[in-house]
C-alpha cells in the first residue's frame, strides 16, 4: 500500500485518553506556575481588585502559548504519516548535528551551559528540539536490523550505525556542556535497543564500554557540574549552592505537610522565592508545598498513567519502526519525570532537567508535544501497515 502523506479518514484512531492526560498535567502545572510567580500573599487581599494585582500573568500567558503551539503541533504530526519522512531522515539528521554545532559558537551561556539561541528575550534550545529527530533517526535505523532478523539483534556490530548516530549529537551537547540532556539522549538509545531484542552479551559489552568511559567523562565535566555529583554524596559538602537549593526545595516539601498550604498561602516558601528556580526545574517541590503529600501523589499517578499509556500505544503499533519511536518517547518521558523529582527529593543529583508539561518553558514543552503528536500518530496508522 501507498503511503499517503495526509488521511483524514485516520482521525477515528485518534488516542484522546492520552491527550486528556497530557491537559491534566499541564492544568496542574500551569496553576503551580501561577501560584509560585505570584507576589507574596498576606491575607489580607479582601477584594477580586487586591487579590489580581498581586498575581504575574506573564508566565502563564507564554505557557499558555507554548501549549497552544504543542496542541497544533501534535495535530499536525498526526495528519502526516511517519513513513513519508522516511527518505528525509538523512537531512533532518544533518539538521541536528548543524544546530548543535551552531550554538556552540554563537549559541548564549544560560545556567552554565552554552545550548540557547536568544531570539529577544526568549530562548531556544536545540538539544531538547533534537530529541525529536534522534528519537527518528534510531527507531528507523534499529528497525532496519530488527526486520532483517527475526533473533534481534545479537552482534555488537548490527548496532555500530545506530551508535554511530547518536554519539555524535551526545558529544555535542557534553561540549555545551549539559550532561543532563545528553544522558536523555543515552537513555532514549539504551530503550530502544533493548526493545528491539538486543542480547544481553551485547547489552553487557555496551556497559563495560560505558564504564570504560566515566573515568573520562569525570575528567572532562566543569568543576561546579564536578561539585553537584559531591553534594549529592554528601548534602553539607562546601556548603555549595546545589546542596542549599536541594535543602531549601526538601524544606519547601516538609512544610507542605499531608494536605499542603493551599494556592496563595501567606508565608509559602515557594512564593516568598526561597526555592530557586520554583517555577522551572524546582517546581515539584512548589506544588508538595501547595497541594501537600497527597496532592503530589496525584500528579504522580498522571504521569504513571501518562506512561502506561505510552508503553500500550507501542504495544499496538503495526511495525518495529513505529514501536521504536513510541519507546524513544516513553523513554525520554520516565527519565525525566525520575529525574526532576528525585532531585527536588535529594534522592538524584541536580541537573537542568523539567518536569515534562509542569515546569515552565518554550523548549521543552512544545518537544514533549511533538513527541507524543508523533507517537499519536503512530498509533492512529496502528491497522494499515503490514511491512514497513
Not at 497527597?294 to 514501536?323: E, H, N, P, Q, S
Amino acid at each position: 500500500m501507498r503511503s499517503k502523506l495526509i488521511n483524514k479518514g485516520l482521525w477515528r484512531n485518534f488516542d484522546w485518553t492520552t491527550l486528556i492526560l497530557i491537559c491534566l498535567i499541564f492544568a496542574v502545572g500551569l496553576i503551580t506556575i501561577i501560584n509560585v510567580t505570584a507576589s507574596p500573599f498576606t491575607g489580607e487581599e479582601t477584594t477580586p481588585a487586591q487579590f489580581f494585582s498581586k498575581l504575574n500573568l506573564s508566565f502563564a500567558i507564554w505557557q499558555l502559548v507554548f501549549f497552544g503551539v504543542g496542541l497544533v503541533m501534535i495535530f499536525i504530526c498526526g495528519l502526516i504519516d511517519y513513513h513519508v519522512l522516511v527518505p528525509y531522515i538523512k537531512w533532518m539528521y544533518l539538521v541536528c548535528i548543524a544546530l548543535l554545532v551552531a550554538v556552540l559558537f554563537f549559541g548564549s551561556r544560560q545556567r552554565g551551559t552554552t545550548g540557547w539561541f536568544m531570539i529577544g528575550n526568549r530562548g531556544f534550545q536545540p538539544g531538547e528540539v533534537c530529541k525529536i529527530i534522534i528519537i527518528f533517526v534510531l527507531a528507523r535505523t534499529v528497525s532496519r536490523q530488527t526486520e532483517a532478523s527475526k533473533e534481534g539483534i545479537t552482534d555488537l556490530k548490527q548496532l555500530m550505525p545506530s551508535l554511530i548516530l547518536v554519539a555524535i549529537p551526545t558529544l555535542l551537547i557534553m561540549r555545551q556542556p549539559d550532561y543532563g540532556t545528553a544522558f536523555v539522549y543515552i537513555v532514549i538509545y539504551l530503550a530502544i535497543i533493548f526493545v528491539a531484542r538486543t542480547s544481553w552479551r551485547v547489552l553487557m559489552m555496551l556497559l563495560l564500554m560505558a564504564g570504560i568511559l566515566v573515568p573520562i567523562v569525570w575528567f572532562s565535566m566543569e568543576d561546579w557540574q564536578r561539585l553537584r555529583i559531591f553534594t549529592f554524596l554528601d548534602p553539607n559538602y562546601e556548603n555549595s549552592d546545589a546542596g542549599l537549593q536541594v535543602a531549601q526545595a526538601q524544606m519547601a516539601i516538609g512544610s507542605g505537610g499531608i494536605w499542603g498550604k493551599g494556592l496563595f498561602a501567606p508565608g509559602s516558601l515557594s512564593q516568598l522565592g526561597y526555592v530557586p528556580e520554583q517555577h522551572n526545574d524546582m517546581i515539584f517541590s512548589a506544588a508538595i508545598e501547595t497541594y501537600g503529600f497527597v496532592g503530589g501523589i496525584v500528579i504522580l499517578i498522571l504521569y504513571v498513567l501518562l506512561i502506561i499509556r505510552t508503553f500500550m500505544l507501542a504495544m499496538r503499533a503495526k511495525d518495529d519502526f513505529g514501536t521504536f519511536i513510541i519507546i524513544g518517547v516513553a523513554a525520554m518521558m520516565i527519565f525525566h519525570v525520575l529525574e526532576n523529582v528525585g532531585m527536588n527529593l535529594g534522592l538524584l543529583p541536580v541537573t537542568g532537567i523539567p518536569l515534562p508539561f509542569f515546569s515552565y518553558g518554550g523548549s521543552n514543552l512544545v518537544t514533549n508535544m511533538i513527541a507524543y503528536g508523533m507517537a499519536l500518530s503512530v498509533d492512529m496508522r496502528r491497522g494499515r501497515w503490514k511491512t514497513l
